[in-house]
T-cell receptor, first 113, second 113 residues
Framework: KAGVTQTPRYLIKTRGQQVTLSCSPISGHRSVSWYQQTPGQGLQFLFEYFSETQRNKGNFPGRFSGRQFSNSRSEMNVSTLELGDSALYLC????????????FGPGTRLTVL | AQSVTQLDSQVPVFEEAPVELRCNYSSSVSVYLFWYVQYPNQGLQLLLKYLSGSTLVKGINGFEAEFNKSQTSFHLRKPSVHISDTAEYFCAVIGGGSEKLVFGKGTKLTVNP
């Protein structure tokens, strides 16, 4: 099976712009979670989608949003970018049926100038 | 809310030496515990997990961890490290009715020749 894929791998934006990141989960996985990783804050949970519905949400401002499509692919959007949004954004997918391991993608490195 | 404390932010060791990376969690309910590894410019890879049963858990690449409920610890060990083990290691917890994976700040393991 192919792993979790994220596109693009690297992105450079300027303050005030918006950005959309994409995540394709492992085939058959219906749960997709997003995490932000920064040197200062570490790994922080953004949100989780399951069958096109947001199931859990972390403590991030409303500028951070996401969605999931019927094929389980997910997108994350950040509007009005700030310098502090520079981070590695990781996506993870999980199978159903009990507590299953989350499989992580390689991440998208976002730099805000 | 769950929290995870990784007591050492950096651990330097020599090749073939043993290593222990410490992790403590806070929870008053049953939890599931994980160790992930992150190599430079990559996503997270699961090393091992504790869900229930034997408190000694063996993972990939020769790593093992011991769950200690009374000390709320889940320390990661390897009897003999290799240069290729140089990476950042994250302890994570899930439980208490929440499906959010909560990570520690990470420990950077550097294996020197």
């Amino acid at each position: 099976k192919a792993g979790v894929t994220q596109t693009p791998r690297y992105l450079i934006k300027t303050r005030g712009q918006q950005v959309t990141l994409s995540c394709s989960p492992i085939s058959g996985h219906r749960s997709v979670s997003w995490y932000q990783q920064t040197p200062g804050q570490g790994l922080q949970f953004l949100f989780e989608y399951f069958s096109e519905t947001q199931r859990n949400k972390g403590n991030f401002p409303g500028r951070f949003s996401g969605r999931q499509f019927s094929n389980s692919r997910s997108e994350m959007n950040v509007s009005t970018l700030e310098l502090g949004d520079s981070a590695l954004y990781l996506c993870a997918s999980r199978g159903t049926g009990g507590l299953n391991e989350q499989f992580f993608g390689p991440g998208t490195r976002l730099t805000v100038l | 809310a769950q929290s995870v404390t990784q007591l050492d932010s950096q651990v330097p060791v020599f090749e073939e030496a043993p290593v222990e990376l410490r992790c403590n969690y806070s929870s008053s309910v049953s939890v599931y515990l994980f160790w992930y590894v992150q190599y430079p410019n990559q996503g997270l890879q699961l090393l091992l997990k504790y869900l229930s049963g034997s408190t000694l858990v063996k993972g990939i690449n020769g790593f093992e961890a011991e769950f200690n409920k009374s000390q709320t610890s889940f320390h990661l060990r390897k009897p003999s490290v290799h240069i290729s083990d140089t990476a950042e290691y994250f302890c994570a917890v899930i439980g208490g009715g929440s499906e959010k994976l909560v990570f520690g700040k990470g420990t950077k393991l550097t294996v020197n020749p």
